[in-house]
């Protein structure tokens, strides 16, 4: 009855009845069921956000499963373990539960479990933008949720892989897979992955500008994890809500919805939700030219990205960081943290905001009169476009180096004082680099 009231979305109901099987377990000496008990407790902790007592919950199952070599237990409660982890952005400690849930489950032969240990994994490789390996994660558990005639595991697995396509930018698949996966949810009446699927095919429709379509997606999840009391899936809503207001230009109504969002993650302890908001709420701020708070917004944002491990996030606040310090005329810092930004950017592979911080710190240099300098990093963004093809951004960025060696060989004070080189960019150019922003954006 208490797993009846979980799976409903009752919580506290559910909370009381498995406390109350607890009791009378241990009163009874029944190990089996207090470990049973003690692991749908830390489920229902874990769905509340009492993250320490989840924790705890899950310890002392898996505990007990050792000490019997149920591995199929060990394999659940490393599960429910690595879910509190993952809530926490504790990523690694996440996945280490995960890679050891999924060898116990194998070793026990159980491949429902190994499925579902897949899909978490799927979720930690789409989170640091491994995202052909999530793909292949997702694949893998969907053809054994099949196999198996698991529906709603099935839907999950669809869900994922349609996140994963839409994060690679192939928005037609991933939008079939979201509504493939809508649609099993409504059949089998699993209301939260309904929510999640009209969530995430907002998110598809948002990255097209098919904002009419995306609102509507968002409003009803966000209806749907507000009857169900999901504080974080009511977050992400907003948070969609949000970025199209900015997208519109609507920055009043963008910054009430990001502090919205930012406050409940900050209450559930959702550290990578923290930290992607203030990285668009310091945009938000950036575009009304409202530097000091951009600045603050970002700070808090690396800082968050820094210590959820979150390298990708990172590279892109430390470009929203750097523009709004030059902005200022600090100069210096803007200098070190472009320097930064190409440092990660190149390290995470996202060629976009690399070569975007790549020509801002060349202009700060041929500012300064260090042409060579500036040649440097004019030239390594031309080998980064030539790679990739984009003629238009290429011919644009290789007119900026060209007359930034007649600078240095005319020996004049600054190009800058002449043009600057993001003005000398074509709008195809200026079109790629958002474009390699906007693929680091996660939620």
Request: charged residues 25%.
């Amino acid at each position: 009855m208490g797993d009846m009231h979980r799976l409903q979305s009752r919580p506290n109901e559910a909370l009381n009845l498995f406390q109350r099987a607890l009791e009378i377990s241990r009163s009874t000496k029944d190990h089996n069921m207090s470990a049973g008990a003690t692991l749908l407790l830390g489920d229902v902790y874990k769905d509340l956000s009492r993250y320490p007592e989840a924790e705890t919950s899950f310890k002392s199952a898996l505990e007990f499963y050792k000490e019997e070599q149920y591995q199929t237990g060990i394999g659940t409660a490393l599960v429910g373990l690595g879910s509190v982890y993952d809530a926490l952005s504790e990523t690694s400690k996440a996945e280490a539960s995960y890679n050891q849930a999924l060898d116990a489950f194998s070793q026990a032969d159980n491949e429902l479990g190994r499925a579902n240990a897949m899909i978490k994994l799927g979720g930690i490789h789409k989170g640091r933008s491994d995202l052909v390996r999530a793909a292949k994660m997702y694949e893998s558990a969907g053809e054994i949720y099949m196999r198996i005639g698991d529906e709603l595991g099935r839907a999950n697995a669809m869900l994922g892989l349609g996140r994963a396509l839409q994060a690679q930018s192939h928005v037609e698949d991933a939008e079939r897979k979201c509504k493939e996966a809508q649609e099993i949810y409504t059949r089998i009446g699993g209301e939260l992955g309904r929510a999640n699927a009209l969530e995430a095919l907002g998110d598809v429709y948002r990255v097209q500008s098919k904002y009419p379509e995306a609102e509507p997606c968002y409003r009803e999840a966000g209806e749907v994890y507000g009857r169900l009391q999901d504080k974080t899936g009511r977050a992400n809503a907003l948070l969609g809500l949000a970025r199209i207001q900015h997208a519109r230009s609507e920055y009043v109504g963008a910054e009430s919805g990001y502090k919205e969002a930012l406050d409940i993650y900050i209450r559930v302890g959702d550290l990578l939700g923290t930290a992607n908001t203030l990285n668009w709420l310091g945009d938000t701020y950036r575009a009304q030219s409202r530097y000091f708070d951009a600045e603050q917004a970002y700070t808090q944002a690396e800082d968050a990205y820094a210590r959820t491990g979150d390298d990708m996030g990172r590279a892109s606040v430390l470009l929203g960081l750097g523009n709004v310090q030059q902005a200022q005329s600090k100069v210096t810092e803007a200098e070190a943290t472009f320097t930064e930004a190409i440092k990660v950017s190149k390290r995470v592979g996202n060629r976009g905001i690399q070569v975007h911080a790549l020509m801002l710190l060349g202009g700060i240099l041929c500012n300064r009169g260090d042409y060579a300098g500036a040649e440097s990093r004019y030239a390594e963004a031309v080998v980064i476009l030539s790679e990739l093809g984009n003629e238009s951004a290429l011919q644009s960025v290789e007119q900026i180096l060209k007359t930034c060696r007649s600078r240095k060989l005319a020996n004049r004070a600054s190009l800058w004082s002449v043009v600057s080189p993001l003005q000398l960019l074509s709008v195809s150019a200026v079109d790629y680099i958002r474009k390699g922003i906007g693929l680091l954006r996660r939620r």
